[in-house]
Every structure is written in C-alpha cells, then in structure tokens.
T-cell receptor, first 108, second 116 residues
C-alpha cells in the first residue's frame, strides 16, 4: 500500500514563511505533486517534482529527496488568500496517492 | 477553454436510492479519474479511464459502485443502493498523459453527495 503523511494543521502570520512537510512510503515513485485546495473548491496544481532538489515558483517552492522519501512545500510572504488545504500526492505510473492534506491558516 | 465540469454540484438522496454523477473532462484529455473525499480525509482513488483501455477499477469500494466513460469523453459514476457512509465529495479529474511532464490532473469542482 501507499503511506503518505503530512501534518494536519499549521498556523502562521501574514508575511511569514511556512514549511509543510510530506513523507511517503510507496511501492514505486514517478513524481510528487503539491495541490492547493480552498474550502469547497477543487484542488489546483502548485508544483511537480520528479528529481531531487528545489523547484521555485514565485512565492512557492517545493523540495524533494527521493532517498529519504521526503518533500516539503515552502510558502513565503504569506497572504490571507493562502489559507487553504495543501495536498501532497505521489505519482506511481498513472495513479496519484494523496496525503490527508495540511490545513494552513494565515492570521493577520 | 473550459475546465472539468461536474454535475450536479450537490445531491441529497435517501438511503437505498441510486445516484448518477456526471463528469465532463477537458477536451482532448484521454485520462479520466474519479476520487472520493470524505471530511478530513485525503482523496481516495476510485477508478481510472485511459482511452480505449480497460479501466482500472481497483479503488471502487464495493460492487454498488460502477462507472463508465462513453466515447472517450463524458463519464458517469453510479452508486446503487446508497448508504450513509457514501456521503462525501466526489471529484473527477482529467489529464492529457501526452508526456511524462503532463501527468498533472485537472480537477472538477466536485459533487457533494449527502445520503440521509
């Protein structure tokens, strides 16, 4: 089976930085996705890591270490609109297995 | 272009009734997925369609659940004899799978199913 763990909740202040960790144990690995999901809405794509290292995209960065089964999503210069659930998902061939999601609350 | 659409957006049904949920994927996307998201849970894979290949039904939780995809486009997820534990948001996603970098899945807004 697939096991993907991420913290349930995190709280941070507007303008701050938050790092959401994701650890995984899966039968195979072809890549790791991060999705953002606002309450009552569809998940939207944030990043995709296939190789080890850091991928930076504006205020969001994602890191992957395949040997450690570990990824993190870094959110910088937090804004109120970043309050959402962040989903880590591991791709094995065509399937995505999702973690339960991390709810980030940004406070003024 | 239009994104993935799903209907209905909300469905309330009585226990024991059958329901049909519809998904219209992005035009040209050959891959289509159904997921279930229960409160506080991650997305649970249900079924996968790719072109004309046999679907991967390994995630369907019971034989009360079935899905079909007609003409390689629209898909319908059917739940027979609904139970209260079927209450969840059902999400559909499509993907082009045209290259290794295009496995990103585009999600629809979901159907919130409530079984009373």
């Amino acid at each position: 089976g697939q096991n993907i763990d991420q913290p349930t909740e995190m709280t941070a202040t507007e303008g701050a930085i938050v790092q959401i960790n994701c650890t995984y144990q899966t039968s195979g690995f072809n890549g790791l996705f991060w999705y953002q999901q606002h309450a009552g809405e569809a998940p939207t794509f944030l990043s995709y890591n296939v190789l080890d290292g850091l991928e930076e995209k504006g205020r969001f960065s994602s890191f992957l270490s395949r040997s450690k089964g570990y990824s993190y999503l870094l959110l910088k210069e937090l804004q109120m609109k970043d309050s959402a659930s962040y989903l880590c998902a591991v791709r094995v061939v065509y399937k995505l297995s999702f973690g339960a999601g991390t709810t980030v609350t940004v406070r003024a | 272009g239009a994104g993935v659409s799903q209907s209905p957006s909300n469905k309330v049904t009585e226990k024991g009734k059958d329901v049909e949920l519809r998904c219209d994927p992005i035009s040209g996307h050959t891959a289509l997925y159904w997921y279930r998201q229960s409160l506080g849970q991650g997305l649970e894979f249900l079924i996968y369609f790719q072109g004309n290949s046999a679907p991967d039904k390994s995630g369907l939780p019971s034989d009360r659940f079935s899905a079909e995809r007609t003409g390689g486009s629209v898909s319908t997820l059917t739940i027979q004899r609904t139970q209260q534990e079927d209450s969840a948001v059902y999400l559909c996603a499509s993907s082009s799978h045209s290259s290794p970098s295009s496995y990103e899945q585009y999600f629809g807004p979901g159907t919130r199913l409530t079984v009373t």
